[in-house]
């Protein structure tokens, strides 16, 4: 089998997605906001303009996408996408030189670096025979995944890893993947998924740049004030997150060294961390921001104010579709502002807010249904107290009850919510402080900013996911109240709340802090597969714990892009289901519906999973055969389920066997350590 470097083509096709997903997460937003002049958009800056296309390109492509994937003819969707390209070439012609920002140099080289630290995140790291993804690949096996089921089925898509005979509908907030599918389409067939949805995470984090410079600008009471700056230190401050380095150094002393900085808690995501391991709930949040600017500014004509609220209703139709956990966050803090522009009786903020709500319903409503069909799990949130993991498995023997542990983990809030937040709990204490002292009604933007942080924090630490086991909710629902906080400290920058020398040393300490923090975070997420092979630290099935996960990664990518370049796109394959070494490599690089993988062949995201239950041990049984058992009936096996290749792995049971069915037949790819066979009636030649 032939040899090519990986990495360097994870570079080359990381830079060509990023460039075509433009025309998805670009180009609309720049035309549609100077077709309806949104935010006045024609009379802006070039920089405002392009940071207002990045963000409307992510707040309304994707409902746009999924409604003409899913009631549209095949091939149509292109066609909704037509007319905003030819306007944005009409405008580039009339006007190139004035579309061209200028200026903030200072937050151009920050942009610039967020796309070089992502892309070195992101790719496969080669060395020889050995190829290192991230620890990041956990959660982009799925999303690849979906993006390449999007791809070959279109929309709805089916769940890629649960295939019990026929396609099964997909349950998941699938809408940022839709425009990945694209991306990879545009392509023309020399794109990944995978190398898609590096492009798309790419762009999610310059939708978080657009959308920060976006609400100093417009929202921010000090307006165009020292814009450059503050928008440069926005950026800036992305790079800081809590105090999370210290419990892992506790950890690390221990002989435990955690793969992921986050997960010695329920965490608080540093904003890195999100922009590299969650970019479809980054996708919701600037959205859910972006439709709340064009309501918070919209213009005085009540003819352009309801094209504005129009517009608002689809970008947040979009983050229900991007993340449900994010939406239903935002959606209780526009409840809540409702409620407070009635008392206020801000009569027009209210009717735009109905207008908004009533245009995101409406192309939502198929979505929502798909998500509550059918063994659609249990109850969306369940109450809780926001958990605090270190005493709750101190204290776990002698606090029996549930109410003991809600109350424990009650009265340590403050702790738990200081080591996550670190910089930012404290400049969120000395606002509240500014605001009590200033002694003046609160402002509009008060009132807004409060109730959203407010909101956040509020969801995030009395309710938790219901239907999966990670409180995602409390993840990714805190993203609002990260936001303003981080508002707040560019606002708060200079003022002389903080120039007490107590104070001031006690925020730079916890800067400091925050940005090692972040950058180990980075470090360990990119280093730690590769020390999993060579050092004696903690080491995870799914990395493997023979020091082989290098080769073994190398050999299984071999396989599967021969695969992928060799078979149809409709090619059922089935590999180990127990969830192993195997289920990462497969999710990045197959681009191949699966019979049944995950853990309970991800049901949870779509099927019956009492279908899984009698799949799985006749799946399972084909690769771990039972000690003394007849070998099964392997082509039968296949047809029954409509399997046509097989992959095996050296970590197989039936590797060993070389009797078994891995052996006796010719394989249509195959290196040292992964094997690839073909079955069933219709055998490929």
């Not at 025979?129 to 089925?153: C, E, G, P």
């Not at 918070?296 to 504005?308: S, Y």
């Not at 597969?529 to 990518?557: C, E, I, K, M």
């Amino acid at each position: 089998m032939g040899v090519s470097n990986f990495m360097l083509g994870d570079i080359a096709g990381t830079a060509a997605a990023f460039a075509l997903f433009a025309l998805f997460a670009y180009v609309p937003g720049y035309a549609l906001g100077w077709a309806l002049n949104l935010l006045d958009f024609r009379r802006r800056g070039a920089l405002a303009q392009a940071a207002l296309g990045v963000s409307l390109s992510i707040g309304i492509c994707p409902i746009l996408a999924y409604l003409a994937g899913r009631f549209a003819p095949a091939g149509a969707i292109w066609l909704v996408f037509a007319p905003f390209w030819a306007g944005f070439a009409l405008l580039l012609a009339a006007r190139f030189r004035r579309m061209i920002p200028r200026g903030y140099r200072l937050a151009k080289g920050l942009a610039a670096a967020w796309l070089a630290l992502g892309t070195a995140s992101l790719i496969d790291l080669e060395w020889g025979n050995r190829l290192y993804y991230s620890v990041i690949s956990f959660d982009y096996t799925l999303r690849v995944a979906i993006t390449s089921a999007i791809t070959r089925a279109g929309i709805p898509p089916p769940n890629p890893y649960f295939y019990p005979g026929r396609p099964v509908a997909l349950r998941y907030h699938y809408f940022w993947m839709i425009l990945c599918s694209l991306a990879q389409r545009a392509g023309g067939g020399s794109l990944s998924a995978r190398l898609a949805v590096f492009g798309g995470t790419l762009w999610c984090g310059l939708g978080l740049i657009a959308v920060l410079a976006l609400y100093l600008r417009f929202a921010d009471p000090e307006g165009p004030l020292r814009l450059e700056r503050r928008v440069g230190l926005a950026i800036a401050l992305l790079g800081v997150t809590g105090l999370d380095l210290l419990p892992n150094l506790m950890l690390m002393r221990q002989g435990v060294l955690l793969p992921e900085m986050e997960w010695w808690n329920e965490q608080v995501t540093s904003w890195v961390g999100t922009m590299l391991w969650v970019p479809h709930h980054l996708a919701a949040l600037v959205a859910c921001l972006t439709g709340f600017l064009l309501l918070w500014a919209a213009p005085a004509a009540r003819r352009d104010a309801v094209v504005a609220a129009a517009a608002a209703g689809l970008c947040f139709a979009t983050a229900v579709g991007c993340s449900v956990y994010v939406a239903f966050t935002f959606f209780v803090f526009l409840g809540v502002w409702g409620l407070i522009t009635l008392i206020r009786k801000w009569r027009r903020d209210t009717a735009l807010l109905v207008v908004a709500g009533c245009c995101a319903v409406v192309p939502l409503a198929p979505y929502v249904r798909d998500l509550l069909g059918p063994a659609s799990g249990g109850s969306f949130v369940v109450p809780t107290v926001r958990a605090f993991k270190f005493p709750d498995l101190a204290f776990a023997s002698l606090l029996t009850a549930p109410w003991q542990l809600s109350l424990l983990n009650l009265l340590l809030l403050p702790l738990n919510y200081f080591l996550e937040l670190g910089f930012f709990l404290l400049i969120g204490l000395v606002a509240w402080k500014r605001l009590r002292a200033a002694r003046r009604p609160w402002s509009r933007w008060d009132l807004a900013a409060w109730a959203m942080a407010g909101s956040s924090i509020a969801v995030c630490t009395f309710l938790r996911s219901g239907v999966i086991g990670n409180n995602d909710l409390g993840c990714r629902g805190f993203l609002p109240a990260q936001f303003i906080l981080l508002l707040w400290a560019v606002s708060l920058a200079g003022k002389p709340e903080l120039r007490g020398g107590g104070l001031r040393a006690w925020l730079a300490f916890l800067l400091v802090l925050g940005a090692a923090g972040t950058g180990y975070e980075v470090c360990l997420l990119r280093g730690y597969p590769v020390l999993s092979d060579f050092a004696a630290v903690t080491r995870y099935p799914a990395l493997g714990t023979d020091g082989q996960l290098g080769r073994r990664t190398y050999a299984a990518r071999q396989v599967y892009e021969r695969l992928r370049k060799t078979l149809p796109p409709d090619t059922l394959m089935q590999q180990n289901p127990d969830t192993d070494i195997g289920f990462i490599p497969y999710g990045l690089y197959a681009d191949r519906q699966l019979a049944a993988g995950l853990h309970g062949c991800g049901a949870v995201f779509g099927g019956d999973p009492s279908l899984c239950a009698s799949m799985y041990p006749i799946l399972n049984g084909l690769f771990d055969p039972p000690a003394a058992a007849p070998e099964p009936e392997v082509d039968a096996v296949c047809d029954q389920f409509g399997i046509r290749v097989l992959i095996a792995r050296d970590t197989d049971r039936a590797w060993a066997d070389r009797r078994s069915w891995i052996w006796n037949r010719n394989a249509l790819a195959a290196t040292s350590m992964v094997r690839a066979v073909a079955c069933g009636k219709g055998v490929i030649p």
